[in-house]
């Protein structure tokens, strides 16, 4: 046997990972109705459209710099009030975009991997009659067929792209530190992973345990910060890049030269320009040279690594907590509200992709409240960025909505038989959409508040928004309730793909954002008047949408 059976048994698996990540009827999930032999087809579109997603933002990520290195000399003299040398600038700008694509492509596999290695799927092939060597090759297949399409992406355009703006040689010196990006995140993607599955996921319940899952859950957010991050600190970055290489060889500089994706990213630059390209010296360069040799080192070793590493750990059992000691069990009974949005709570401590939705709004508002302290902000500034950072969490919360009906896919393995009724489930998820805003509006209150000393005005515009928040979460949840009903589904049987999931949600948006056009229309946040203006339209709004889309719904 090789690689040609390794390709068709990586194939089968694949197709049962996407039924799984699908439908989690191995979770107790009912399929959908209808003809059966739609259901393949089906899950591996939906699977390919998260692909293109991500690979659409690389895409669109490389395309943006390949456009900036073209006109370097433009953009540093429109951009900078101080001068740098274009290769420098260029080095720059390919450093930012080698470790963008690394946090792009691990942040993909933080979403997809506990789904592959708690589904069974590799365990599955074990049972085969087949030599360690292809089930070692099939199992890695399938791992690199969950980044296929990014990692393609990464690999072919960025070259491309990269010779149209600075040369064919260039393009060609940027594949080291292509290769070396793709390859870092695969690994990080499977270590951390492992570590999610084993440790985390199948830990108990309690206040330990929660916060462990929740800290560890904040690495699934930070690679979505990394453009936010980039572009925000990017003249900074710049500065310090262009005072070290102004300054001459130094210890600092020399520590710069070994930090991944420096070396690698100077490269391209050395390539189109010659070795007086750069304000290297000999040191420096052969630094460079050295570095780079090293992380292709390091590149070939994680490729041997993660050819065994995946089949071992699929391999293993979950870890998580023993059984602990007996204790009775006390029950408490609760509202269903509560109850549902408690147990959205709990399975989103366990799954990063639903972790994703929650952290996401709160983590935007507490950057966004932070950047109010940087040097040079002003009070008028600060306080722009206070309400943007509001505006935000109830855009991105609202935004986000619809895609929480999708945890009932798993919820209905163990509470399709409890009287829960329609209504109670809306409200219970228009509870974790309000509650995720409330936390984001206050840590950005409390934050705008040791800054300015002004709460008074922020607190209005957080109450005047709430209403609004709640109807636009309402309007989408509804939506998609009734979509379910109309198509005689159940609702844990609708999978709404991503292109599905923005339509719903363009109705909430648009609602959410009325009462930030009236407030701007009336005179803007500095005006009783107008928050008095914002309040009255989200409160009309709120008392238009829930009894016209509640009153549908069964009690």
């Known amino acids: 046997m090789g690689w040609r059976e390794a390709l068709r048994l990586s194939d089968t698996a694949f197709t049962e990972l996407s039924l799984q990540a699908i439908y989690a009827f191995r979770q107790g999930n009912l399929l959908p109705s209808g003809a059966t032999a739609d259901l393949v087809p089906k899950a591996r579109r939906r699977v390919l459209q998260s692909k293109v997603m991500v690979a659409g933002l690389l895409s669109l990520l490389t395309l943006g710099v390949a456009f900036i290195l073209r006109d370097s000399s433009l953009v540093i003299a429109r951009a900078f009030p101080y001068y740098i040398s274009p290769a420098v600038f260029d080095t720059g700008v390919l450093t930012a975009l080698l470790g963008l694509d690394l ?25 085969l009659p087949v030599d360690d060597r292809t089930l070692r090759r099939a199992a890695a297949l399938v791992y690199v067929r969950l980044f296929d399409l990014p990692a393609l ?3 072919v355009l960025t070259p491309v792209l990269v010779a149209a703006a600075l040369g064919v040689r260039a393009g060609l010196a940027v594949l080291p530190g292509v290769v070396v990006a793709v390859t870092f995140a695969l690994a990080l993607s499977l270590i951390t992973a492992r570590f999610f599955v084993r440790r985390v996921q199948g830990s108990r319940s309690g206040g330990g345990s929660t916060v462990l899952r929740w800290s560890y859950l904040v690495l699934w957010v930070i690679p979505a910060f990394g453009m936010f991050g980039f572009v925000t600190l990017a003249p900074a970055f710049f500065n310090e890049l262009a005072h070290l290489t102004d300054s001459g060889p130094s210890g600092l500089f020399d520590l710069v030269l070994l930090v991944f994706p420096f070396p690698l990213a100077s490269l391209p630059p050395l390539a189109a320009g010659g070795t007086g390209a ?60 509560r109850s549902v949005l408690v147990k959205d709570l709990r399975i989103a401590s366990r799954n990063p992709g639903y972790a994703f939705l929650i952290l996401l709004p709160i983590l935007d508002a507490l950057a966004l409240g932070l950047l109010s302290y940087a040097p040079g902000s002003s009070t008028r500034g600060a306080d722009a960025l206070g309400l943007g950072a509001v505006t935000s969490a109830a855009l991105l919360a609202t935004f986000f909505g619809p895609a929480f009906f999708a945890i009932e896919v798993l919820a209905y393995s163990y509470g399709r038989t409890l009287p829960l009724p329609d209504r109670s489930l809306v409200l219970g998820k228009v509870a974790l959409v309000v509650a995720i ?17 002004t709460p008074l005005v922020f607190l209005a ?27 005689g589904l159940p609702v844990v049987n609708l999978y709404a793909g991503s292109w599905t999931a923005i339509l719903i949600a363009v109705p909430g948006l648009f609602v959410a954002l009325m009462p930030l ?21 989200s409160v009309a709004e709120l008392g238009l949408a829930a009894p016209v889309l509640l009153g549908g719904v069964s009690s």
């Open 461 to 487: 515009f957080i109450l005047a928004e709430l209403p609004a928040v709640a109807a636009a979460s309402v309007i989408e949840l509804g939506l998609v309730l009734r979509r379910a009903r109309r198509k």
């Open 103 to 127: 946090a792009f492509l691990w942040w993909t596999g933080l979403q997809v991997l506990p789904t592959l290695l708690s589904s069974t799927v590799l365990p599955v092939l074990e049972t």
């Open 278 to 337: 750069l304000p290297l010296g000999v040191a420096g360069l052969e630094t460079v040279v050295a570095a780079s040799g090293v992380y292709v080192v390091l590149t070939v070793a994680c490729l041997s690594w993660m050819g065994g590493a995946v089949r071992r750990v699929g391999q293993a059992p979950l870890g998580g907590a023993g059984p602990g000691p007996t204790s009775p069990f006390g029950l408490r009974l609760t509202g269903p509200v």
């Open 517 to 537: 056009v009236a407030l701007s229309l009336a005179g803007g946040s500095s005006s009783t008047f107008a928050l008095e203006v914002m309040a009255l339209v």
């Open 153 to 155: 992406v990464v690999l």
């Open 437 to 453: 805003y409330l936390v984001s509006a206050g840590i950005v209150l409390g934050l705008v508040d040791l800054r300015l000393r």
